[in-house]
């Protein structure tokens, strides 16, 4: 009997401690710089306070920042050239874009992916995708652009 038990309970065992520790990977490898919006002041980085926030901007090797800092971090924004393929983006993150709508000469778009547990209502459904979209540059923000555009 406990022998049925060990087999039984064991894959439940390793599913649930697979699943609640899994990493939200995101894919941010790509991006000309990433700004996160942090609860902390990093010591020896460029933060600028915003409010009681900081925003701090990087140039590289953003996923170990993100992943080293995760639980400082608010949200981020993604800044990539116009050369950016945003629907290729989308697909990878398996994103449903709901609507779009045009600021100060800038395509927004809202939407939502699983990959980003984060999310805001807006209009009654999840967001945790913007997205601003000009002629030379893409912003994404997760689960908003906080920073501006």
Same mark, same amino acid.
């Given at each position: ?16 401690? @697979? ?46 920042? @993100? ?83």
């Amino acid at each position: 009997m406990k022998t049925l038990v060990a087999v039984l309970f064991l894959p439940l065992l390793c599913f649930a401690v @697979y699943y609640f520790s899994a990493e939200e990977i995101l894919p941010i490898e790509n991006a000309k710089a990433v700004s996160f919006v942090t609860t902390k002041k990093f010591e020896g980085l460029d933060c600028i306070k915003n409010g009681n926030d900081y925003i701090v901007t990087i140039y590289s090797d953003f996923s170990n920042f @993100y992943t080293t800092n995760k639980d400082f971090i608010k949200g981020f924004n993604l800044y990539f050239d116009e050369n950016f393929n945003l629907d290729i983006y989308l697909k990878q993150l398996n994103a449903i874009v709901y609507k779009s709508c045009d600021v100060d000469s800038k395509e927004i778009y809202y939407g939502y992916t699983n990959i980003f547990n984060d999310f805001r209502f807006v209009d009654g459904k999840k967001i945790n995708l913007q997205i601003a979209k000009d002629e030379n540059a893409v912003i994404i923000g997760f689960p908003l652009i906080l920073t501006g555009f």
